[in-house]
């Protein structure tokens, strides 16, 4: 065993945080003492024990003069309203003596703060283990902290030919109930899911985690003009204060009065300059509420908005071996007349789900591993 | 070794001939006696001999009370021109005493003929085993034979949004060589490509087989108002005499005739009730030639043309990881408003090229195999 090998083992713990800790990252630990592994740990759940403190107190042994692994920097008390004893602290109180991260915190409140002060405190600091790594498992909580915005995720279902929907506005169901499984596991790692108006007007969906366990996301709303329908499942149903509507209507409007009355979080923004809301304007209010990741499940117009404002880090594509014709198109304008000026996709992967490819990448790689 | 296990390498040897024994299918042949392979044969090449006397020409001992397996039933002296002399009657001769065949040559002059002359003369035929391999083998083969029409292939490598060019019309090079190289794996396959006269406009494409050996086939343009460019490389390259244009401008026209001095073959049909020629004709002018089979390659109004038709057997997209937005959709209007009416492919196969996803299917895959 070598520091590489304890550090993916770091990595095997911190992932079984997924869909518990937003926003903060997932986080794993292990301390080993004369080439053995003596305690583990991992950040459970918001709120709860630091990987490290629950690798300490896990410790079948003393931890003075041991190693700690983690992939990211310890915390130090340097944050605002903080719900946890700072790790550097305690690593520094029980007397270990080296620590391995892959990566720095990228929260600005830590980054850096924490190796420099258990360097002071004379404990020797190595870091850069499976810094890749690191960063694409908390490639969300990643993106949020260097930018103050969730990291953006489109998720889109669509035929071979690009299509979400007939011209009469069908798509029920375009990709299989595989597919859709998978759509409730992404749906279980983002904070909140986010679709337009239009998308709640013709396909009237829960935004729920169903097919898989796990938290329910936000539902996010854009509508400009408040024209959602007042029988939509996601202002009736019991989790409709998990609703939050995106609208350029006045704050005294009737209908934004009554929406909050019934629990509905109203959030107005001025109109931009187009019919549609201004997108960057919305995810920055989003990260203001602690939001840190979000995944657009459509519409066509939606994810045209976003795509045109260069406002996503990942995009999936579920497509069904189906072809439609002229209906409602994916992707609509991006005022691309030269391929080279087209988005290529970066870090592509395709699964094969029975019949219908999933391909997914990112918009830019590099940014999200340095 | 069981019958199985035979046919199994009898669909080897013919599989060697692929992409030579157009408009023939392939096939292959093993002779057993006592247990023993002592003949193996398959068509080569049109014009040369058939499997099953090539199997009984190489055989290592005489033929006599063997069991001949061959993929399709051996032929006999109805086909008007035939070039080689019927192997039924050359089995019969040899006193061959069991054939084994996967399944009924298509062809309307032999089609049962060839397994009844056998058995009036006491051969026990054994028919059925691999029958849907075998149909897949040649499907292209049982397509013409039982349609009088071209086998219609259509190819389309697009982006994951469903362009096949921007808005310009560039669309080099949306899929990368890898692709390329299987596309022209493909064309070597098939008797013709055909492309619409707006993609020659566009993209002055050679139509050749390049990247790999193999023939090169027929190139048909449909060209109603016979546009295409005086300088397009179909049309001024060495291999000029093999492009058909499709018009419906009168013979006497005199671009129609100079092209025709020219070497190019002009074919003139009545207009179609639309601004298109009707694709169901030009099929069966293309199965009157001989033309077996045809990959159609572009553009979106020539793909859109064939699904509206209904006119193909399979399917083929390669998708780039890229997003164009608005630009040349691979797939206009087929007049679907509902999902059931959406063309579904049938015995779906997902292939990785690279980051590319290969998806292709077929029309109606029971017709295939049955």
Request: charged share 20%; aromatic share 8%.
């Given at each position: 065993m070598n520091d590489n090998d304890y550090m993916r083992r770091v990595m095997e713990l911190a992932e079984r945080g997924r869909g518990k800790t937003s926003p903060n990252p997932m986080v794993g630990t292990v301390i080993v003492k004369d080439g053995k592994v003596i305690g583990e740990g991992y950040h459970q759940e918001y709120g709860k024990k630091h990987a490290e403190i629950s690798a300490i107190d896990s410790a079948s042994e003393s931890v003075e003069g041991a190693t700690l692994y983690c992939n990211l920097e310890p915390c130090t008390n340097d944050i605002p309203n903080k719900k946890t004893p700072p790790c550097s602290e305690r690593i520094i109180k029980e007397k270990i003596t080296r620590v391995v991260i892959a990566s720095l915190d990228p929260n600005p409140y830590i980054n850096g703060r924490g190796i420099k002060k258990l360097q002071e405190n004379k404990i020797r600091v190595d870091m850069g283990i499976m810094a890749e790594e690191s960063r694409i498992l908390n490639q969300k909580y990643f993106t949020f902290m260097r930018t103050g915005r969730p990291f953006i995720h489109l998720k889109i279902a669509q035929s071979l030919d690009g299509r979400i929907a007939t011209s009469m506005g069908h798509s029920k169901w375009i990709t299989n109930e595989t597919a859709l499984k998978k759509v409730h596991e992404l749906r279980a790692e983002y904070d909140a899911l986010l679709v337009?108006?239009?998308?709640?007007?013709?396909?009237?969906?829960?935004?729920?985690?169903?097919?898989?366990?796990?938290?329910?996301?936000?539902?996010?709303?854009?509508?400009?003009?408040?024209?959602?329908?007042?029988?939509?499942?996601?202002?009736?149903?019991?989790?409709?204060?998990?609703?939050?509507?995106?609208?350029?209507?006045?704050?005294?409007?009737?209908?934004?009065?009554?929406?909050?009355?019934?629990?509905?979080?109203?959030?107005?923004?001025?109109?931009?300059?187009?019919?549609?809301?201004?997108?960057?304007?919305?995810?920055?209010?989003?990260?203001?509420?602690?939001?840190?990741?979000?995944?657009?499940?459509?519409?066509?117009?939606?994810?045209?908005?976003?795509?045109?404002?260069?406002?996503?880090?990942?995009?999936?594509?579920?497509?069904?071996?189906?072809?439609?014709?002229?209906?409602?198109?994916?992707?609509?304008?991006?005022?691309?007349?030269?391929?080279?000026?087209?988005?290529?996709?970066?870090?592509?992967?395709?699964?094969?789900?029975?019949?219908?490819?999933?391909?997914?990448?990112?918009?830019d790689y590099q940014s999200i591993i340095t």
């Open positions: 337009g108006t239009n998308t709640v007007i013709q396909d009237n969906p829960s935004l729920t985690v169903r097919y898989v366990r796990g938290k329910n996301p936000y539902r996010i709303i854009l509508d400009d003009q408040l024209v959602i329908p007042e029988k939509a499942v996601v202002l009736t149903d019991e989790l409709r204060t998990k609703t939050i509507i995106f609208t350029s209507v006045a704050p005294k409007n009737p209908r934004a009065q009554q929406l909050s009355r019934e629990g509905i979080k109203v959030i107005h923004l001025k109109s931009g300059q187009t019919k549609y809301l201004a997108i960057d304007e919305v995810m920055f209010r989003l990260g203001e509420m602690n939001i840190s990741s979000v995944l657009v499940e459509g519409g066509g117009e939606t994810f045209t908005s976003f795509l045109k404002a260069n406002l996503f880090e990942k995009i999936t594509f579920f497509i069904s071996p189906m072809i439609i014709g002229t209906g409602i198109q994916s992707i609509g304008q991006l005022g691309i007349s030269s391929l080279a000026q087209a988005y290529r996709l970066e870090h592509v992967k395709i699964d094969i789900i029975d019949s219908q490819a999933m391909v997914e990448g990112y918009r």
